[in-house]
Nanobody, 119 residues
């Protein structure tokens, strides 16, 4: 059984910063690309940032220059450093990862963590 657990969501003022974490646990051989998505009420889930197993990154235009995705392969953890937060960043943030298991490559979602940007 594989599990992804996010943490770090909170209420923060505009212009503030947060760091989200997502740790993978369970039985798997390796982790491929790891992603952060977000979803706000009435909107579709959108891809925020991606990091490959080799460390290459990609970002949505809306967060470029403000958010940084990173990973610690020894800890099976992906991070999202969010700076200069805006009200429109308010959403539930989810991590997603492809893990190689006995059943092959399996995609997994975390349960989500709420980020609220408000004064």
């Amino acid at each position: 059984q594989v599990q992804l657990v996010e943490s770090g969501g909170a209420l923060v003022q505009p212009g503030g910063s947060l760091r989200l974490s997502c740790a993978a646990s369970g039985s798997f051989f390796s982790i491929g690309a790891m992603d952060w998505y977000r979803q706000s009420p009435g909107r579709q889930r959108e891809l925020v940032a991606t990091i490959t197993s080799g460390g290459s990154t990609n970002y949505a235009d809306s967060v470029k220059g403000r958010f940084t995705i990173s990973r610690d392969n020894a800890k099976n953890t992906v991070y999202l450093q969010m700076n200069s937060l805006k009200a429109e960043d308010t959403a539930v943030y989810y991590c997603y990862a492809n893990l190689r298991t006995n059943q092959g490559l399996v995609g997994n979602w975390g349960q989500g963590t709420q980020v609220t940007v408000s004064s």
